[in-house]
């Protein structure tokens, strides 16, 4: 069972700062993107960063200076430093993953998994 556990979210002023951590677990052979995206109320899920397993990045226009991801050398957790936030940054922030598991049903297969959320509200 492949896992994904993001944390860091809470209650922000705006311009303040926030870091999201999401760590993934099972048996997973390799995680190829490991990605944020956010939900606002009444507006459908965003991307907002990716993480590549070859180390590229990239960061939507909208949160562009102030979010960096940066994926760790074990390439299963992933974080977001988000940095001079802004009330309309306020969102459900979720971790995703597509890659390449191993079940003993199917071998390995290739899958995309969620983590259940975190999250973020930032205050005028």
């Known amino acids: 069972q492949v896992q994904l556990v993001e944390s860091g979210g809470g209650l922000v002023q705006a311009g303040g700062s926030l870091r999201l951590s999401c760590a993934a677990s099972?048996?997973?052979?390799?995680?190829?993107?490991l990605n944020w995206y956010r939900q606002a109320p009444g507006k459908e899920r965003e991307l907002v960063a990716v993480?590549?397993?070859?180390?590229?990045?990239n960061i939507t226009d909208s949160v562009k200076g102030r979010f960096t991801i940066r994926r760790d050398r074990s390439w299963r957790t992933v974080y977001l430093q988000m940095n001079s936030l802004k009330p309309d940054d306020t969102a459900v922030y979720y971790c995703?993953?597509?890659?390449?598991?191993?079940?003993?049903?199917?071998?390995?297969?290739?899958?995309?998994?969620w983590g259940q959320g975190t999250q973020v509200t930032v205050s005028p």
């Open positions: 995703k993953a597509e890659g390449i598991i191993y079940t003993s049903d199917t071998g390995p297969r290739s899958g995309d998994f």
């Open positions: 099972g048996p997973i052979l390799s995680i190829n993107f």
């Open positions: 993480s590549s397993i070859g180390g590229t990045t």
